[in-house]
């Protein structure tokens, strides 16, 4: 069993930035490929990036490619969302999600794909 642990939203304006973090217990982090999703309200959960166990490839929405960048220390059992030039489009609950991977260069995007999943951070962007 899997703990994820998110922290590091809050309130910011347009044009700020925030970082994510996603803290996981267990043993096995270094064999997970991760990803970050959001839900606003009254929408669907989305996927937002996605990082390989190896931490070689990621891979972006493209609302957010250019301005997002998530990254993972496998050291720390943590992967981080660095998020930039935050529009309020990009308010909503943020969500870390893992799961086992059998290729250090495998991502996914699809919610389905996650067996684990954190309780969610909430970002809001103001204008």
């Known amino acids: 069993q899997v703990q994820l642990i998110e922290s590091g939203g809050g309130l910011v304006q347009a044009g700020g930035s925030l970082r994510l973090s996603c803290a996981a217990s267990?043993?096995?982090?270094?064999?997970?490929?991760m990803g970050w999703f959001r839900q606003a309200p009254g929408k669907e959960r989305e996927f937002v990036a996605a990082v390989s166990y190896s931490g070689g490839n990621t891979y972006y929405a493209e609302s957010v490619k250019g301005r997002f960048t998530i990254s993972r220390d496998n050291a720390k059992n943590t992967v981080y969302l660095q998020m930039n030039s935050l529009k309020p489009e990009d308010t909503a609950v943020y969500y870390c999600?893992?799961?086992?991977?059998?290729?250090?260069?495998?991502?996914?995007?699809?919610?389905?794909?996650?067996?684990?999943w954190g309780q969610g951070t909430q970002v809001t962007v103001s204008s």
């Open positions: 267990g043993r096995t982090f270094s064999s997970y490929a």
């Open positions: 999600a893992g799961r086992t991977a059998y290729s250090g260069s495998l991502f996914y995007t699809g919610v389905g794909s996650y067996a684990y």
